[in-house]
């Protein structure tokens, strides 16, 4: 039976702002499809998120397996007919590195997540976009990766993965342009989780706040755009 409610596939929402996500949009009456490398932890999320009275499911997507990828969508294709949204949330950092004296494996794997990951979930998504008429592409991006403010030299195959993922988000709106699918790109800012530490002053539930209303955006909004807490940032 397909779905008459939008639904949305957010990558990595078994924990931190991919959970917070995932709960904001499933309190708006969306259909949450929660995806993770570990299916359990991908259920987990989704039975959550039922126990609160929404709707989910869970599936397994590896955004650096690409086959994961496509049975993920083609999962959400089959089960609800529709994917109406995209949040590219699955992310992970280099830590402690030095530009001058980098680990290449450590960063073509940060890479191959926060970059091509993403790129190829949205590449599996456009086309039953297209057909609708509608989508939202939502990267999760960084503040760390906007060039404008880039003065510091802490995680660097972080901050080059993210504004890589901002070129995508650029190249893929200017594409879409004028389909009914706009693409855009959030700085959740620093939040406490495990991957921005204890220490971090904002909530999951402020980090997830603008990708949520990026993923939400009425036809007129911005495509191509890097928001931070609803307002444009440098890039």
Same mark, same amino acid.
């Given at each position: 039976?397909?779905?008459?409610?939008?639904?949305?596939?957010?990558?990595?929402?078994?924990?931190?702002?991919?959970?917070?996500?995932?709960?904001?949009?499933?309190?708006?009456?969306?259909?949450?499809?929660?995806?993770?490398?570990?299916?359990?932890?991908?259920?987990?999320?989704?039975?959550?998120l039922v126990g609160r009275g929404?709707?989910?499911?869970?599936?397994?997507?590896?955004?650096?397996?690409?086959?994961?990828?496509?049975?993920?969508?083609?999962?959400?294709?089959?089960?609800?007919?529709?994917?109406?949204?995209?949040?590219?949330?699955?992310?992970?950092?280099?830590?402690?590195?030095?530009?001058?004296?980098?680990?290449?494996?450590?960063?073509?794997?940060?890479?191959?997540?926060? $970059?091509?990951? &993403?790129?190829?979930? +949205?590449?599996?998504? %456009?086309? =039953?976009?297209?057909? @609708? *008429?509608? !989508?939202?592409? /939502?990267?999760?991006?960084?503040?760390?990766?906007?060039?404008?403010?880039?003065?510091?030299?802490?995680?660097?195959?972080?901050? $080059?993965?993210? &504004?890589?993922?901002? +070129?995508?988000?650029? %190249?893929? =709106?200017?594409?879409? @342009? *004028?389909? !009914?699918?706009? /693409?855009?790109?959030?700085?959740?800012?620093?939040?406490?989780?495990?991957?921005?530490?204890?220490?971090?002053?904002?909530?999951?539930?402020?980090? &997830?706040?603008?990708?949520?209303?990026?993923?939400?955006?009425?036809?007129?909004?911005?495509?191509? !755009?890097?928001?931070?807490?609803?307002?444009?940032?440098?890039?």
């Amino acid at each position: 039976m397909h779905s008459s409610r939008r639904v949305a596939l957010v990558t990595g929402a078994n924990r931190g702002i991919g959970y917070a996500i995932a709960g904001q949009l499933a309190e708006r009456d969306i259909h949450v499809v929660a995806t993770a490398r570990d299916v359990e932890q991908a259920n987990r999320t989704a039975t959550d998120l039922v126990g609160r009275g929404w709707a989910a499911s869970g599936v397994r997507l590896d955004v650096t397996e690409s086959d994961t990828i496509a049975a993920a969508v083609q999962h959400t294709l089959d089960r609800h007919g529709r994917i109406d949204i995209l949040v590219n949330n699955a992310g992970i950092s280099d830590g402690d590195q030095q530009p001058s004296h980098i680990d290449v494996d450590l960063a073509a794997r940060v890479w191959q997540v926060n $970059v091509l990951g &993403a790129w190829q979930c +949205a590449e599996a998504v %456009v086309p =039953a976009m297209r057909t @609708a *008429g509608y !989508g939202r592409i /939502v990267n999760l991006s960084s503040t760390l990766g906007s060039l404008h403010h880039m003065t510091r030299s802490t995680e660097p195959a972080y901050r $080059v993965s993210k &504004a890589a993922l901002n +070129a995508v988000t650029r %190249v893929l =709106a200017a594409e879409l @342009a *004028g389909t !009914g699918i706009l /693409v855009n790109s959030a700085s959740p800012g620093w939040v406490r989780t495990d991957l921005g530490g204890p220490n971090a002053p904002r909530t999951v539930e402020q980090g &997830a706040d603008t990708p949520v209303w990026l993923a939400t955006l009425p036809d007129d909004g911005p495509t191509g !755009g890097f928001f931070y807490d609803r307002e444009p940032l440098e890039w």
